[in-house]
């Protein structure tokens, strides 16, 4: 049957396949699957897309592992929540999307149309801004608001419950865990202890010492949203940043 369908994934840890691992890098991405008729060729029938949260504010541990950071309570959002520029990366995400399927999509219809957040606050306010630019306003019931809205649901479960997002298996954790510890004392130490002319811009600003992967990702992350921010961030150029982010990227993936 040629029914159109669309669904929309937003996920806040990324997926293996094709999207970056965690915030270290602060790049959104976007993974669009169309899929064309098989009777009629180039006739979109489905389309799937997978998105990332935008940038977003430090973690409430980040002053721990950061207590020299001189941006730690300049923030205007909180925990980890999004940040004004990463309001703008999903606006242009529904932006581009609205671009290449908006006559497509047309209008929000719920019984062709579904939206899935993991049930992070970040991660739910990217889902709320791509949804109100992506069926903008004057397309939504009438007899209602004057400037008719489109209020896209966005269904999400607890984490210990989504079976979809975030896989929260007790089992798959346990061997996640212990082959990613059995390659971290075997490669991943050493690729720490190796990258140590890479860390230690951090480390000077910090004031504390980058001693596994955990705490050199929060602190790529803060750096790198804080440059996101416009904040000056001395000591740390666009070029150190870029090799730390790679540094922990790598050290996430287990390569």
């Not at 999004?82 to 606006?91: I, K, M, N, S």
């Not at 010492?209 to 996101?228: E, Q």
Request: contains cysteine; charged residues 15%.
């Amino acid at each position: 049957k040629n029914v159109r369908c669309w669904f929309v994934a937003f996920l806040s840890q990324g997926i293996m396949v094709s999207m970056f691992r965690g915030g270290s890098v602060s790049v959104l991405s976007v993974l669009l699957v169309a899929v064309e008729g098989a009777g009629n060729p180039g006739d979109l029938i489905l389309l799937q897309q997978l998105s990332r949260h935008g940038a977003r504010s430090p973690k409430s541990k980040y002053p721990k592992q950061c207590p020299g950071d001189p941006f730690l309570y300049k923030w205007d959002s909180w925990n980890a929540e999004l940040t004004g520029p990463g309001v703008l990366e999903e606006v242009a995400v529904a932006k581009v999307t609205r671009h290449m399927y908006g006559a497509w999509l047309g209008p929000y219809n719920g019984s062709q149309m579904m939206v899935r957040s993991e049930d992070s606050p970040r991660v739910l306010q990217s889902a709320e801004v791509i949804m109100s630019f992506l069926f903008p306003e004057g397309n939504g019931p009438a007899k209602g608001l004057p400037s008719r809205p489109t209020f896209v649901p966005i269904h999400t479960l607890p984490e210990e419950e989504d079976v979809l997002l975030t896989a929260p298996s007790d089992a798959c954790k346990a061997r996640q865990d212990a082959d990613y510890n059995a390659w971290w004392n075997a490669t991943g130490a050493d690729i720490l202890r190796s990258g140590q002319s890479v860390v230690a811009p951090l480390e000077g600003i910090c004031r504390t010492a980058m001693t596994n992967n955990g705490i050199l990702k929060d602190v790529v992350d803060g750096m790198g949203f804080s440059r996101a921010q416009g904040f000056a961030v001395n000591g740390l150029n666009a070029a150190q940043l870029f090799a730390a982010q790679n540094l922990s990227i790598v050290l996430q993936r287990g390569l």
